[in-house]
């Protein structure tokens, strides 16, 4: 019974816990991940960002379009959920177990997150460095205008 209750503490921790540093666990819809491709408007063989890259799905209809696509998740099941979801397309992904707060963020042309409302300032401020588009999938940078929308995803240009 102690098996089955750490179990599921571990289960807790690794996706409540993400609610800490970015936005819960929450499946993105085909129509959103192809609006932000659209709307970010990369070329193949250039390289998206995902922040938060959950179970893979925009990394797959990324790497689909021709794109490279690097992925950063917290949490551990995800990762592993991701890495099967693209093994197929291994030249062209790179999943990075780890806080995007923390990790160094490799070299991209555009970024895609999911991300909740307090977190978007500090994400604001992040971009601000990075100097690539920005797709957001249901949240706005408070004080900052969309340059574009569409399906629930803001676009922002740096």
Do not use: H
């Not at 193949?44 to 689909?64: H, N």
């Not at 971009?127 to 803001?154: C, D, H, N």
Request: net charge positive.
């Amino acid at each position: 019974m102690i098996w089955l209750f750490a179990a599921i503490l571990v289960l807790a921790l690794a996706f409540g816990g993400v609610l800490l540093r970015g936005a819960p666990y929450v499946p993105t819809l085909d129509a959103q991940a192809k609006a932000a491709l659209e709307l970010l408007d990369l070329k193949p063989g250039q390289t998206l960002l995902e922040l938060g890259s959950g179970d893979g799905k925009v990394l797959v209809v990324a790497v689909r379009a021709g794109l490279n696509v690097v992925g950063i998740e917290l949490n551990p099941f995800l990762v592993a959920v991701s890495w099967l979801r693209t093994r197929r397309y291994r030249k062209q992904v790179r999943i990075i177990w780890g806080d995007f707060w923390r990790v160094r963020w490799p070299e991209c042309d555009g970024v895609f997150v999911f991300l909740l409302n307090p977190f978007m300032t500090k994400l604001d401020g992040r971009m601000q460095t990075v100097k690539r588009p920005l797709a957001s999938f249901a949240f706005k940078i408070s004080g900052r205008k969309p340059a574009a929308e569409k399906s629930g995803v803001y676009l922002y240009r740096y």
